[in-house]
């Protein structure tokens, strides 16, 4: 064996070894393969989602926690229903309020408040994945419809990490892994078990309708479910959204709301 | 934009209806903390500055007050995404035009509140307004 060959082999030794010890293995991630003219034909098949979708004002209860199915009179309460420890938790965020949330420092919401901005969204697909550009903030969600399973232990995200599934002309999506900095609005929170379930169709051909369902089952009693209706905008392109280009509102770490009214 | 009265005031209750339905989504940014929403101002002065920016608009209006003494108003909109898409453009608003603009004025009674609908050289109604496609 010429000394660069034992050099190497023995480089190799090392690598090895140190992949053996293993305490830092790199989680495996589904490989991509490259999409046939099959696929991208399969994809004409689907309903069309594609294009810039808005919320319409005025339109069913199901926005953000305070609407959702039962919320008319003789029905049972509107939003989600709390668990004693997670009812408890609710009110000692409400003991004390911040006057305004992380938003208007321009934190994005995450999910599920995310999808209930009063701006528009754009759906793409491609093979093996649904892409969702939200204007409000810049975000951007991936659903995974490649067939790859839920994560078992996700890192929490604002968005959380999602997988789909076609149900004849629904796009089923699963959602877990969300960051502690989300809630439910209105100083509701979850756990780290919350799943959401959302079912995107097309009601008409401009019409979308996604029904949310969130359970959880450390803070809720029973899933929650809300709807709502988007509008197809054909002449819409999503604009850019800096949420930092000129913010003039603020919470201060006590939960002081303000705004800076100097002109520059 | 120049629309009659019968039309201004049908607009009027549109949007106020609007804003009804969407109060919670008008919202998304930040609360309305530091807005009076129980109460209107007029002010009536001259843009010096419209900034076309997100997350909000804001017209800067120089008024005389009651004293006698000019301030530059800050009057916070809603975003040029949001109202490019219901008629506005960033000439909507220019440097030098007469205002009259209705706000939710600052709690703390400094010169600033929250966009209500403005009235421009006497003749323009400018309101959030609906999308108009």
Not at chain 1, 85 to 103: I, M, Q, V, W
Not at chain 1, 149 to 159: I, R, S, V, Y
Not at chain 1, 215 to 232: G, M
Not at chain 2, 117 to 125: I, Y
Request: hydrophobic share 40%; net charge positive.
């Amino acid at each position: 064996m010429s000394s660069a060959r034992k050099i190497r082999s023995a480089a190799v030794a090392v690598l090895l070894t140190t992949i053996g010890a293993g305490t830092l293995a790199v989680a495996q991630q589904p490989a991509r393969t490259a999409p046939t003219a099959a696929d991208w034909a399969a994809l004409a098949k689907l309903p069309d989602f594609t294009g810039v979708w808005e919320i319409g004002f005025g339109g069913p209860a199901g926005r953000g926690a305070g609407g959702g199915r039962g919320a008319r009179a003789g029905g049972p309460p509107a939003g989600p229903q709390l668990t004693p420890a997670y009812a408890e938790k609710r009110r000692a965020r409400l003991a004390n309020p911040p006057e305004d949330s992380p938003a208007a420092n321009c934190l994005p919401s995450g999910m599920p408040g995310i999808m209930g901005q009063p701006y528009p969204m754009e759906f793409l697909l491609t093979p093996g994945l649904v892409t969702i550009v939200i204007e409000a903030y810049s975000q951007v969600r991936h659903i995974y419809t490649d067939g790859r399973p839920l994560p078992a232990d996700p890192d929490p995200k604002f968005h959380g990490t999602s997988v789909g599934r076609w149900d004849a002309d629904t796009l089923v999506a699963e959602t877990v892994g969300f960051s502690p900095q989300t809630d439910l609005g209105q100083a509701t929170p979850h756990s780290d078990k919350m799943k959401i379930l959302e079912r995107f169709k097309l009601a008409d051909p401009d019409t979308m309708t996604i029904e949310t369902t969130i359970t959880d089952p450390e803070a809720l009693t029973a899933p929650f479910t809300s709807t709502r209706t988007l509008k197809r905008h054909r002449t819409w392109t999503i604009a850019e959204y800096i949420c930092e280009e000129n913010n003039r509102n603020f919470v201060d770490q006590n939960g002081k709301a303000g705004i800076n009214i100097k002109k520059d | 934009m120049q629309i009659s009265s019968l039309r201004l005031t049908l607009a009027s209750v549109l949007v106020v209806a609007g804003l009804a339905a969407a109060r919670v989504d008008l919202s998304a940014h930040h609360s309305f903390a530091v807005f009076d929403m129980g109460s209107e101002k007029t002010v009536t002065g001259t843009v010096s500055k419209f900034e076309w920016t997100n997350p909000h608009t804001f017209i800067f209006v120089d008024a005389t007050n009651d004293k006698g003494v000019m301030e530059t108003w800050a009057i916070e909109g809603m975003s040029p995404n949001y109202l490019g898409r219901r008629g506005w453009s960033k000439t909507s608003v220019k440097p030098g035009d007469r205002i009259t603009v209705t706000v939710r004025p600052l709690k703390d009674g400094k010169a600033g509140g929250m966009f209500v609908r403005a009235l421009l050289d006497g003749k323009t109604m400018l309101q959030t307004g609906q999308p108009t496609e």
